[in-house]
């Protein structure tokens, strides 16, 4: 049974940083982060593909954020720098078994079919 694993979350000052960790039970194609904050849709963060480690990531933490992942334990991270409250939310881990048409639709929600069960980031200001 697939299953992902988020760890890592909590409370940070704003500018403060925090890693997020995904443990995968499988080896996927591509794995991500999304995040939704209360009020608001599930909003892309950023993902990666596991063979060539392609990146994809959404402007609003570019130059912030990194995810990489480690072959040996399978798991995904999001290290995320810089902090504001705006990034307040509960992240979610993603994965997709196979490659998609176009490198877009890494951005979208709907192209995962995998997902864990969140893990809540909140920053104080």
């Known amino acids: 049974q697939v299953q992902l694993v988020e760890s890592g979350g909590g409370l940070v000052q704003a500018g403060g940083s925090l890693r997020l960790s995904c443990a995968a039970s499988?080896?996927?194609?591509?794995m991500g982060w999304f995040r939704q904050a209360p009020g608001k849709e599930r909003e892309f963060v950023t993902a990666i593909t596991w063979s060539t480690g392609m990146t994809y990531s959404a402007d609003s933490v570019k130059g912030r954020f990194t995810i990489s992942r480690d072959y040996a334990k399978n798991t995904v991270y999001l290290q995320m720098n810089s902090l504001k409250p705006e990034d307040a939310a509960v992240y979610y881990c993603?994965?997709?078994?196979?490659?998609?048409?176009?490198?877009?639709?890494?951005?979208?929600?709907?192209?995962?079919?995998?997902w864990g069960q969140g893990v809540q980031v909140t920053v104080s200001s």
């Open positions: 993603t994965a997709r078994s196979g490659p998609t048409g176009y490198s877009r639709n890494y951005y979208y929600a709907e192209s995962y079919g995998y």
């Open positions: 499988g080896r996927y194609y591509a």
